[in-house]
C-alpha cells in the first residue's frame, strides 16, 4: 500500500477553490478591478477571459475594493451605474486580516455597512466570500423589478 500523498497547507477558512471560479468569473468575461490594492491578482483566469484595471470600458463582472465607510458612501452609485447589471462584488478589509490597522480618521467598512449600502443603491446581496486573508467581499446584483 502506498503511503498517502501530503496535501498542500490552505489557510483555515479557505476552500481551495480558485479565486476566481468563486467570484464567477467565466470564459470570455472581462473583469474589472476597481480601486484594487497593489499587486492584488486573481490568479490564473478562464480561458479568453480578461482583466481590467479601473471603472472603464464594458465589463460582465466588476470587484470594488473600498478601503473607508466615506468612499463606499460617495462612490457606491457611480459604482453601480458603471456595473450597468453586472455582478459586483464589493470588498472590504477583514478586521482581522494583516491590513486591519486603522489608520487615523479613516472608518473601514463593514460586512453590515457594505449590505446596506447596497441595498440602499437598489442591490440584491447573493454572497460573500473569502477573497484572500485580507479582503472578504459581498456580491450584489440588480434587484428585479415586480
Same mark, same amino acid.
Given at each position: ?42 490568479g490564473p483566469l478562464p480561458p479568453d477571459a480578461k482583466l481590467r484595471r479601473g471603472a472603464r470600458g464594458r465589463a460582465d463582472l466588476v470587484i470594488?475594493?473600498?478601503?473607508? #465607510?466615506? =468612499? ?11 456595473? $450597468?447589471?453586472? &455582478?459586483? @462584488? ?24 457594505? #449590505?446596506? =449600502? ?11 466570500? $473569502?477573497?484572500? &486573508?485580507? @479582503? ?11
Amino acid at each position: 500500500m502506498k503511503p498517502a500523498r501530503p496535501r498542500p497547507a490552505r489557510p483555515a477558512g479557505y476552500s481551495g477553490t480558485p479565486l476566481p471560479q468563486k467570484l464567477g468569473v467565466k470564459s470570455g468575461m472581462t473583469v474589472a478591478l476597481v480601486s484594487a490594492p497593489p499587486g492584488f491578482s486573481l490568479g490564473p483566469l478562464p480561458p479568453d477571459a480578461k482583466l481590467r484595471r479601473g471603472a472603464r470600458g464594458r465589463a460582465d463582472l466588476v470587484i470594488w475594493f473600498v478601503g473607508s #465607510r466615506t =468612499a463606499l458612501a460617495w462612490e457606491i452609485r457611480r459604482i453601480v451605474e458603471y456595473a $450597468a447589471g453586472a &455582478p459586483l @462584488w464589493i470588498a472590504w478589509r477583514k478586521q482581522t486580516g494583516p491590513g486591519a490597522s486603522r489608520r487615523a480618521g479613516i472608518t473601514p467598512p463593514t460586512e453590515q455597512t457594505v #449590505r446596506d =449600502a447596497g441595498l440602499s443603491a437598489g442591490l440584491v446581496d447573493s454572497k460573500v466570500c $473569502a477573497i484572500d &486573508p485580507e @479582503w472578504s467581499g459581498l456580491r450584489f446584483t440588480p434587484r428585479r423589478s415586480r
